[in-house]
């Protein structure tokens, strides 16, 4: 499993999570795995951010949560399924696996808060 740097933020007004990965600038494609969560992909298909609207619904937490800067993401794609995981302070608040209808090419990566 590579291992990653990751910036993250919360906007509490818009009850948005973006979860970046360091060194990546934008993104070429945008993926829902579930209601509100989005994987954006980089021109290799590679993970470049994760975005989730409606946060702290989605992921049912409070806001305060939200904005802990202790975060990992765990996220893998065998080519058939992409399996994303979300810890925040430690503690595992999200996980889903989905089929890989995206033609996401194979990875798997941590991308942890420094």
């Not at 499993?1 to 999570?17: A, C, G, H, Q, R």
């Not at 509100?36 to 951010?49: A, C, E, R, T, W």
């Not at 619904?57 to 065998?78: A, F, M, T």
């Not at 696996?97 to 941590?110: A, G, L, P, R």
Request: hydrophobic share 40%; charged share 20%; with cysteine.
């Amino acid at each position: 499993m590579e291992s990653k740097e990751l910036i993250s933020s919360y906007d509490e007004i818009n009850d948005t999570f973006v979860a970046k990965v360091c060194g990546k600038d934008g993104y070429c494609a945008s993926y829902e795995l579930s209601q509100g969560i989005f994987l954006n992909v980089d021109d290799n298909s590679l993970p470049s951010s994760i975005q989730i609207n409606g946060a702290s619904d989605v992921l049912n937490v409070n806001k305060g949560l939200l904005e802990d800067p202790n975060v990992c993401i765990i996220i893998k794609c065998n080519g058939d399924v992409i399996d994303f995981e979300l810890s925040i302070s430690s503690k595992k608040v999200f996980a889903i696996s989905s089929f890989n209808n995206f033609d996401v090419e194979m990875f798997s990566y941590m991308i942890k808060a420094n």
